[in-house]
């Protein structure tokens, strides 16, 4: 059965650099934008060519920023887990073309003023929205979700909530873009896909920002860090 999204209030704990992680956790990490300018003289020292190509390509400075927050600190925590240089985090591309390395699952989302990562030995997927209250969902409904679905969907809140799901479990299983949302059924709180079980869980991040986690069953806990104080 549909769970409504989880109102209770994420306990954010403040992350040290070079901490060691629980990787049997999923392990959330939270950067507001306002981290760019304590990164901005530092970043090219960090990011590959083909990173930084690719944050020139972005039409709003806004984008860029979310794109550089989150290729720069992916590279700083898995660096700190493996005890190597973050320059020298090495990724590969598995399917459709998803970033990965051969020792932490990791992914990345960003939206609004948020870029949240997610690290973990288990397969992840995680998706954040800003709850754009002016946003038309309606004309998004039939489209993309099951009847199942829509019988749950009466706010734009509602809307956000299986729209990040779904998002979460295509970035978890690899798939990318699909053509047809409406298969992914969201209302159970797990999911069968690529023949695996994946577990979701939403919640809000803050008043602004709602996110969902895809992942499979073998997590033990979810913890959340804090890294929007973080000076290099």
Known sequence: MFSKINDIKIDWTKYTSKEKLNLDNCNIFKFNLEVYTQIKSNYKNILSKIELNKAK?????????????????????????????????????????????????????????????????????????????????????????????????HNIVDFYVFWTRKEAIIKATGEGLIDDLQEIDCTQQTIFRQNKIYFLNSAYVDENHIYSLAYTGNVKNLKFWNYQNFED
């Open 57 to 153: 390509i972005f039409k709003l400075q806004n984008d860029s920023e979310r794109y550089i927050i989150g290729k720069y600190f992916t590279r700083l925590l898995i660096g700190d887990q493996l005890g190597i240089n973050p320059a020298e985090v090495s990724f590969i591309e598995i399917e459709n073309k998803k970033p990965a390395t051969t020792h932490i699952n990791f992914n990345i989302s960003h939206s609004g003023n948020l870029v949240l990562i997610a690290l973990s030995n288990s397969e992840i997927g995680i998706d954040v929205e800003f709850i754009n209250t002016n946003f038309n969902f309606e004309s998004l409904l039939t489209r993309c979700f099951k009847p199942s679905e829509l019988f749950h969907i």
